[in-house]
């Protein structure tokens, strides 16, 4: 896969992953633990190991990152169902990047408030990028303390050391009436 279509199918890959972790219907989703969180994402067919990213967060940010991924559902998503089952959080989407259909399966097991696990399995229809048929990934979410190293509420740090600020984000992004 060459390094353009991986950084696509990275993108879609968390684009399914963002939608999978917003809540859908009736469903109460979990708040996490105001503070810095260590993220740690992996996937099978994007071609790029593990990746680790650091975000600070608080009640707002979370909300917001909630709006974001409601609003990508009604852009791109024809289906969303969640259920809860004790700590675990099933969705099943199917979702449209493009001329790709996606279905993805995701289990997100909540371990209180300071930690999770994301598994979602995606198939792309047609392959996604040409060549990317379906993705495996995990996500590993955990609060590592108050946050520090100047990190203010809605930074975050990816894994290319890039900062960005998701609150900033969600305000540049057109809202869908």
Known sequence: MTPARATAAALAVAAVV????????????????????EMTTGATGAGAPPQKSTICLDASTQKSMIDMGVGMQKEMCTR????R?????????????GNSVIKSHGVMTMIGDSAYRTETATTFDPPLGGDMRESKTVLEGKYVGPCRGGLQPGDMVTHTG????????????????
Do not use: H
Request: hydrophobic share 40%; charged share 25%.
């Open 18 to 37: 963002l939608a999978v972790w917003t809540p859908a219907g009736a469903v109460d989703y979990p708040v996490l633990k105001n503070g810095q969180w």
């Open 85 to 97: 089952d004790g700590a675990k959080f099933i969705t099943d989407a199917e979702c449209r990047i």
């Open 162 to 177: 890039q900062k960005i600020n998701v609150n900033q984000m969600q305000q540049r992004v057109p809202q869908s009436k």
């Open 80 to 83: 969303m169902d969640m259920r």
